[in-house]
């Protein structure tokens, strides 16, 4: 299996620190052959809502340009690709779709961060503490993977960051979620970030074990997503080596691969997607 990661962050959402170029150094000091950077999507907001977690729609094209020019400097040593980490806004959904195609990005992955904007609607990983909430999750995750719009899901069992114990509702929403991915053809991403946050504060939020043995239930498909926030955290293979050996013990196929919008003409594939 192929050591690749397709969720990397960049300083401009504010709370990833570290030069574009840092994260490449990082991923080939560590034998990385694919890096896809996902930084957060900026949205075309109808309001004023400046958001202080993820790039302005200003930034789009100088993010865009320093990731091709990596790409180009760094061809031939470690495969280098553009895309973004984007919630699902049902309003803003088009604006995303025409700035998705208009920017040749090779992939996006759905990151369920916020209930359908972040100028109003609450944050999953920490609102989701009831059953309401939980549905929330649930159907708009639903709608957001139905758009096929995403390469996969990241984060899906993010609610597990602050619900309380792993009920029968938690477990009946993780069915739900697992299956409807299963269904669509859509992996499920096994999160690096989260397993260090669980580490360092002494806590049992997301990867929650308990998910992907309904996940590996189900059939899903996992990828190991680093969701990189620091250079560094593509140096060390901890969380990684323990997230293979639970999603192999459960049998689970785990992909090193992702389904791009754009094929890469410098690997020697002439087939381009329409
Ligand atoms: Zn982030
Ligand atoms: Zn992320």
Redesign the pocket.
């Known amino acids: 299996m192929r050591k690749t990661n397709y ?1 990397t ?1 960049t300083a401009r959402c504010f709370h990833a620190s570290g030069s574009d170029e840092a994260y490449v150094e990082s991923a080939l000091k560590n034998g990385y052959e694919v890096l896809g950077f ?1 930084d ?1 999507s900026p949205w075309n907001y109808n309001s004023d809502y400046v958001a202080t977690m993820r790039m302005a729609p200003e930034e789009l094209p100088g993010y865009l340009a320093s990731v091709r020019a990596l790409r180009e400097k760094y061809a031939g040593r470690i495969e280098i690709l553009a895309g973004l ?1 984007c919630e699902y806004y049902p309003r803003y959904m088009d604006w995303l779709r025409q700035t998705i195609s208009e920017n040749e990005l090779d992939y996006v992955i759905f ?1 369920n961060h916020f209930y359908r904007s972040d100028e109003d609607g609450p944050y999953f990983g920490r609102a989701t503490k009831d059953r309401a909430m939980l549905r929330r999750y649930v159907d708009s995750s639903l709608e957001g993977l139905e758009s096929g719009l995403y390469a996969y899901f ?1 984060h899906p069992d993010l609610f597990m960051r602050c619900y309380p114990g792993f009920d029968a509702d938690a477990r009946a929403a993780s069915r739900e979620l697992c299956r409807g991915a299963k269904q669509l053809g859509v992996p499920l991403e096994y999160n690096l ?1 989260g397993a260090l946050y669980n580490d360092s504060y002494h806590v049992d939020g997301y990867p929650f074990e308990g998910f992907w043995r309904i996940a590996a239930a189900e059939g899903c498909t996992a990828v190991i997503g680093v ?1 990189a926030h620091a250079p560094e955290q593509l140096e060390t293979d901890r969380f990684r080596d323990e997230g293979l050996r639970l999603l192999r013990g459960l049998g689970m196929e785990i992909a090193d691969e992702i389904p791009l919008r754009t094929r890469r003409r410098d690997k020697g594939s002439r087939d381009q997607r329409p």
Do not use: C, R
């Open positions: 969720h962050h996902s957060h980490e990151g990241a970030m969701d």
